[in-house]
């Protein structure tokens, strides 16, 4: 007779009733019996669908009995086969066309695909990471105060815009790249604006200073590895601070009255050293002038004096007479002249104003 108080229930052939489970009231299967993958519905709805649609697959219609040859093997054998499917499927994965793929084999880096089908080995094996290459992120700052070369502070707001060029080193070099390039990009603006005076950083340097800041942050994330590419340095914003801004002005306007009156002082120096060039040239001319004056007086009285030299010596009596005729001519000439006898005694003197009568003769007519 069996015994109804065995933990293991009656063993007959008449079948076994609630009260004879051996798990008690659970309801349980034993340990080895669980449904593999219990913490996944998903997997177990897909497993029990699969059963179904091979149970009425393999089915005569007339029996009960399946005839499907994949039912011998279980539900674990089902598992396996469709586990085995996933498996395969894992092994290909494909990259888009703006995408670079890192595949890590064991979690080292093993290679770098880019866009396309690819096959790699199954999961656990090799894992692939996605990189978008072609997006250009961002990163900015605003409200910065910068000090200047000259000692004053400047309000900076800038982008920094950049994209990825090198995957492998933009995931393993780097723990956050944006932090970086944001840190990287503060010390970059600081150390060029900070060679610069202020009314340069906020009038005419911007574009310079763009180029200047984006060249030395690109060395520097090159020193760091950083697999990144610096696309564009923009300055959104340069200024004085407000509580400065007066003073700024104060400076700005003696600055340029300084130089409104040195380019004055420059005009005027101009001016006189060309009124002086000019004065200088005259008197050169004047002089050269005066010069060619005499040396031509020079060589007229010279010859002058040769001729009469010929004629002195050719008639020497005769020369004097004439010179001294022409002489006497020359110095009583303009002066006024009285003429009397020589021998004249005394009484009446004879006087003829010569001066006079040329005078009377010249009004008569």
């Known amino acids: 007779m069996p015994d ?10 008449g079948g076994k009733k609630p009260g004879q489970n051996p798990w008690g009231s659970s309801g349980k299967p034993p340990r080895g019996k669980q449904p593999a993958n219990e913490g996944s519905p998903d997997l177990d709805n897909i497993i029990q669908g699969f059963k179904n649609r091979v149970g009425k697959g393999g089915s005569s219609g007339k029996g009960s009995g399946p005839n499907n040859p994949l039912q011998k093997y279980g539900p674990f054998g089902v ?4 586990g ?4 395969l499927v894992s092994c290909f994965y494909t990259v888009a066309q703006q995408e670079e793929a890192v595949v890590l084999r064991f979690g080292k880096y093993s290679r770098t695909t880019e866009s ?10 090799e894992t692939v990471l996605k990189v978008n290459v072609t997006s250009e992120r961002s990163v900015g700052s605003s409200q910065n105060l910068v000090l200047t070369g000259d000692e004053n502070i400047a309000d900076v707001d800038f982008t920094v815009r950049w994209n990825v060029k090198d995957s492998k080193n933009f995931i393993f070099n780097l723990e956050d790249t944006s932090a970086v390039v944001a840190d990287a990009s503060d010390s970059a603006i600081r150390e060029i604006i900070g060679k610069e005076k202020l ?23 090159d020193e760091y590895s950083a697999g990144v590419t610096i696309t564009v340095v923009q300055l959104q914003r340069t200024e004085a601070p407000p509580k400065v801004i007066k003073a700024f002005e104060d400076v700005v306007t003696a600055e340029q009255e300084l130089e409104q009156r040195v380019n004055e002082g420059i005009a005027y120096k101009n001016e006189v050293t ?25 060589k007229g009285e ?13 008639a020497p009596r005769v020369t004097r007479q004439r010179i001294y005729l022409e002489t006497i001519e020359e110095v009583y000439g303009p002066a006024e002249k009285i003429i009397i006898e020589g021998d ?17 003769k010249s009004g008569g007519n």
């Open 4 to 13: 109804n108080n065995s933990p293991w229930g009656n063993k007959g052939a």
């Open 79 to 82: 598992a396996l086969i469709i």
């Open 84 to 87: 085995s499917f996933f498996l």
């Open 116 to 125: 396309g089908l690819h096959f790699k080995l199954p999961t656990p094996v």
């Open 199 to 221: 009314e340069y950083v906020i009038t005419d340097g911007r574009n310079p200073i763009e180029q200047d800041v984006k060249k030395l942050l690109q060395d520097m994330l």
């Open 274 to 298: 060309e009124n002086a060039v000019g004065n200088a040239a005259v008197l050169v001319e004047s002089a050269e002038a005066y010069k060619q004056e005499v040396v031509e007086v020079a």
């Open 302 to 314: 010279a010859d002058r004096f040769l001729a009469v030299y010929k004629e002195y010596k050719a």
């Open 344 to 360: 004249a005694g005394s009484g009446v003197v004879p006087y003829l104003p010569l001066d006079q009568l040329k005078s009377n």
